[in-house]
């Protein structure tokens, strides 16, 4: 049985990165999400239903368009994988519970705007604005004893306390970073997700931007090292600030015990 509802969570999560995929594509081009219906960018041929299967469909057509033949990218079938690999991971972290749902939305937007800022190195207001203000919706439970967030650690006032930490923390590197280095380091949009991630993990949004610093900074010598980016070159945050955010989600108070335990301080 327990089997069974991994796989209603893996297959959950592919549906809902199928309309993630939409959301990453039409909402930084200003398009409506419900209509038109999807369709091959190449020949603009809607694509069938039985082509629309979440990375079945993908596999089946090996890649290309039915119709013209033009590859599919890659990302459609990332992203629906992806998705459905993280809400299993959510389900075996908080069961079936209101918990697991929250982070179903937590992770929902951070998928989507780290691929939006992958594309546009933006992300759009429309997107995570909606998202804190939902976020914070989600503490005021906790005032009457029923609690939703933080995902880890302590009840609501830990939440209020990681947005301003989590937020407050990047903002003073763009606000520093022009006076040391004499560019911007920090957009306004990673401020705001930073402040999002806060409201989702607390104080442990510290421990979240600690990995996403640690995982930008080697994946900013990998792609120097490569020659992909020049050192003027800028690198979008929000991915990485997805990826510190997903992990600690996983297992921060773990992670952070172990860090204690191995360095004595426990």
Not at 157 to 165: C, E, K, N, R, T
């Amino acid at each position: 049985m327990t089997a069974f509802f991994y796989l209603v969570a893996f297959l959950f999560g592919l549906a809902i990165g199928s309309f993630l995929n939409v959301c990453i594509y039409r909402i930084p081009a200003g398009l409506s999400l419900v209509h038109p219906p999807s369709r091959c960018p190449a020949c603009e041929t809607p694509v069938r239903p039985v082509d629309n299967v979440p990375l079945l469909s993908f596999l089946l057509l090996k890649g290309k368009c039915r119709s013209c033949g033009a590859p599919i990218s890659w990302r459609y079938p990332a992203v629906e994988a992806l998705t459905g690999v993280v809400f299993v991971l959510l389900y075996a972290r908080f069961g079936m519970s209101i918990n697991a749902l929250a982070g179903i939305f937590f992770a929902s937007v951070v998928i989507v705007v780290s691929f939006i800022d992958l594309d546009t190195e933006r992300i759009p207001n429309k997107v995570i604005l909606p998202a804190i203000a939902a976020g914070a919706a989600l503490i005021v439970p906790d005032f009457v004893g029923y609690k939703i967030l933080p995902l880890v650690g302590g009840g609501a006032l830990h939440s209020i306390a990681g947005f301003f930490v989590g937020g407050g923390s990047l903002l003073i590197i763009a606000l520093a970073a022009p006076l040391f280095f004499k560019k911007d380091a920090m957009g306004g949009g990673d401020i705001k997700l930073a402040a999002f991630i806060g409201l989702f993990l607390g104080v442990y949004s510290l421990l979240a931007l600690f990995f996403s610093f640690l995982i930008g900074a080697i994946a900013g010598v990998f792609l120097l090292a490569r020659g992909s980016r020049g050192r003027s070159d800028t690198i979008p945050f929000g991915p990485y600030l997805a990826i510190g955010a997903i992990i600690v989600t996983l297992g921060g108070p773990e992670l952070w015990r172990f860090y204690l335990a191995a360095s004595g301080l426990a």
